[in-house]
């Protein structure tokens, strides 16, 4: 399996990567990796490192090491048509997860070239599992282009396969992700119905982290439905699991949310307080759309309280580098932040 992208309810659609870290186990891999002499074991075994390690920085490499073996291997003249798919199989992983990494650092065309490769190779072996993940993919970086149809109609066909294949991790991923959309579109009825077929999924299936986004994700319904008390308690039912599991990149999406709600409910100080801890650990990730959607979000408060310098200083940030970002959503918000300042300054 390769890394997906899943989407986190917040102020913007965040990029989520759907990970299975854990320290020993990862210490483990890469023992075992160090004697392995077949290079099938070897893509096994580096596929499983990808999805624990959670540093872009390191799992991009073992990524082209994937890649480097699998296209060696299907050079060679001597595999057999079994073998032959295997190695195809391995490489499409490689172009979707180097995917993943375009997308979440904002070049969205070598993203979108990747996904493509990846979708076409998962065709040409019947790999119902791979192109449904591709179309997953794909439809996530159409979402955040403001494509919300062409997205709609990839995450359908995508749940389609995956439900075929009975493949329930792949199923309730995209489910969560058929809400956001729907959510987008102020569906909220219908997407709190996906969101709680993705929860009741992944309780089934003892999936944490799945939980701890599907939480989330229920409580940005509430909190657009005018629901604080509901929208708080799922948030911070998220950011507890977030914590057991050592997810920094949840917690930072339910503080972002909780600060969220804090401005609802007119509490700017408890608000900013969440934004600015959100803000942090995003930044240690180095996770550019949080940063930009926080940057926002933060200068959004500031000019509530009326401080238009500190307000500036965190939306120009934000326009700067959702313009490097690329997408329309992260620019107009931003931008609009921009359009408020300058009116309040005259």
Known sequence: MSRLLLHISLFLSLGFVYSFGQTSQLDSLKNILKT??????K???LSAMINAEEDDAIWINYNKELKAIAEKKLNSSTLTSAEKKIYLRHLANAYNNTCFFYNNNGQVNEALDNCNRSLKINKEIGNKEGIATALNTLATIYQKQGLI?????HFMYSLKLSEEISDQEGTASTLMNIGITTQSLGQNKEALNYFKRSIKIQEKIGDKEGMAISLNNIGGVYHKMNEEKEALDYYNRSKKINEEIGNKEGIANA??????????????????????????LYEELDNKSGIVTTLRNIGAIYLKQGKLNNAFNYA????LLARELGYPGNIQSNAQLMSLIYEKQN
């Open 255 to 280: 503080l972002n949310n909780i600060g969220g709600l804090y401005v609802r409910t007119g509490d700017l100080s408890e608000a900013l307080n969440s934004m600015q801890l959100s803000l942090k």
């Open 36 to 41: 392995a002499k077949h290079d099938s074991t």
């Open 149 to 153: 149809k062409k997205a709609l109609d």
């Open 43 to 45: 893509c096994d075994l």
């Open 316 to 319: 120009e940030k934000g326009l």
